[in-house]
């Protein structure tokens, strides 16, 4: 099993500009979750997917996701902000179970 | 504001010895995670303790939970080099399964 994998590993990406970060697992598990995490500081929750065709937002706008299979969890940034300059982090579990994350997205916003 | 906050937020020891983290929370919960982040690195699950739980074991490591006092302890023994890394406590604030809060993690350094 490749697990939880992440692209790209890093990007730069302009004010305004939008990008998708791609995730996907091949665990089988349902659900899925994003979170970001500066610098010093731990993780926080931006969206998480329960099961396929639903998701919840932890935090304001910025940020788009859809779950249209249960593999995949792409998180779509709209009009990128420095704001938004974090490591992003895709995570999958079974109900009540351990995360399993990716190794991450390095993204910077200029 | 964070659900779980780890104490110390930095800890060196030598290797060899024993290092102990803290982790306090606010409210109740089904069950408390412990992951180890390498830098640069995603996280590494190392234990789950659910809230009917009182201690765990895995190798050099012992989680005790006191759901009482709303407190984690992650112990590690005879450290080795390959221990440095952050370690964070994650709870899941009985929102329903999956929604993890973190703390902001223990810098954890083990000197040769």
């Known amino acids: 099993n490749a697990g939880v994998t992440q692209t790209p590993k890093f990007h730069i990406l302009k004010t305004g500009q939008s990008m998708t970060l791609q995730c996907a697992q091949d665990?089988?598990?349902?659900?899925m979750s994003w979170y970001r995490q500066d610098p010093g500081m731990g993780l926080r929750l931006i969206y998480y997917?329960?099961?396929?065709?639903?998701t919840d937002k932890e935090v304001p706008n910025g940020y788009n996701v859809s779950r249209l299979n249960t593999e995949d969890f792409p998180l779509r940034l709209v009009s990128a902000a420095p704001s938004q300059t974090s490591v992003y982090l895709c995570?999958?579990?079974?109900?009540?179970?351990?995360?399993?994350f990716g190794p991450g997205t390095r993204l910077t916003v200029t | 504001s964070q659900q779980g906050e780890e104490d110390p937020q930095a800890l060196s020891i030598q290797e060899g010895e024993n290092a102990t983290m803290n982790c306090s929370y606010k409210t109740s919960i089904n069950n408390l995670q412990w992951y180890r982040q390498n830098s640069g690195r995603g996280l590494v699950h190392l234990i789950l303790i659910r809230s009917n739980e009182r201690e765990k074991h895995s190798g050099r490591l012992r989680v005790t939970l006191d759901t009482s006092k709303k407190s984690s302890s992650l112990l590690i023994t005879a450290s080795r080099a390959a221990d440095t890394a952050s370690y964070f406590c994650?709870?899941?604030?009985?929102?329903?399964?999956?929604?993890?809060?973190f703390g902001q993690g223990t810098r954890l350094t083990i000197n040769p």
């Open positions: 994650a709870t899941d604030a009985n929102q329903g399964a999956q929604k993890l809060v």
């Open positions: 665990m089988n598990h349902g659900y």
């Open positions: 997917s329960a099961a396929a065709g639903t």
């Open positions: 995570a999958s579990s079974f109900p009540l179970y351990e995360q399993y």
